[in-house]
């Protein structure tokens, strides 16, 4: 019988579960936690780097990529909270990059073939990512917005921008929308405009804001944009699989990391780092609806608000490679609406991060899990780890 509703016999069946993917090559080494109430339980298997002597160990720092999101939208809702930033006024007072804005006819027209933006964008379009750019979900270079984006250093992907917040931002205002503010759904971009916004408001960086109002009071101590020399022995390498092989090939290296020093903008899509502990901090206050020890991080309404479906039907069937038949999106996380597997449950929230993490909380089970791996993900859809960690996690719940 386990702890809190956890069953010890069936989190052995998730060791044994994901240490077979580590034998069989699939990945060097993970750390994988899962949290129901007071129980946690943690697995840290294999190496931190392919043929590695160094083992994964509890307090392994990996790079969260997209699970930067939710922090972000946290910290912007602690703003909305404090009457500095209103969801639906326009974001262009601000952001002044972004105003007089134009927009495509289709998503494969020329450049310069536009119409005038019909709104401004607004706080409540970056966090839904409905602000009417993003990623666009084809071939590489198949569309001139698309060859443009990537041109610009503006196209989602697995390297941390180049630029500084305010070059970032001018490069994306020369270039038209793809749809409309607030009528389509896409991926990444909103988040971070969202950061960039954060720190017009407050007038310092983001990752100081992040620090002051989240992470220290959640005692997340290893979470920041890049990793101390102190603590790179703890930066696992990062991997991506060759295409052609399978093989995986090294992405960043902990010795000259790009992580490595404070980065050129700190991506609020994107760009930090953290540890499972960590990570299940901020998420079990957000299970509590804001609440930690004895005080607030966000308020109740907040959270629930950043964790319901804000899409139309319409926009969620727009972006099924994300959300299936069963998910949609809140303010700056993926929220469960519909429930077709062990762990498809409604309300559940959280998001996978594209550097090969995952991490989502699940207030009907009071249960969170996180997996932290330095496999790159290749597709939205999950890869067998991340799917049979989930299987494993719930699984494991014993009543």
Known sequence: MGTAGLSRARLDRLHDTMAAHVEHGALPGLVALVGRGTDVHV???GTMAVGGAEPMRRDTLFRIASMT????AAAAMILVEECRLWLDDPVDPLLPELSGLRVLTRLDAPLDETVPAERPITVRDLLTFRMGTGAVLAPPGRYPIQRALAEAGLAPGAEPPTVGPDE???RLGALPLIHQP???WMYHTGSDVLGILVERVTGGSLGEFLRERIFEPLGMRDTAFHVPQDRRHRLATSYRADPATGELVPHDD???SRWGGPPALESGGGGLVSTVDDYLAFCRMMLAKGRHGGGRVLSRPSVELMTSDHLTPEQRSGARVFFGDTRSWGFGVGVTVRRDNL???PGRFGWDGGLGTSGYSDPAEDLVGILMTQRL???PEPPAHVSDFWTSAY????D
């Open 343 to 345: 762990w498809a449950v």
């Open 182 to 184: 607030g009528t389509a």
């Open 395 to 398: 699984q494991a719940i014993e």
């Open 69 to 72: 999101k939710p922090v972000t």
């Open 43 to 45: 697995e840290a298997l």
């Open 377 to 379: 993900l290749s597709s």
């Open 254 to 256: 902990p010795a000259d």
């Open 168 to 170: 970032w931002l001018r």
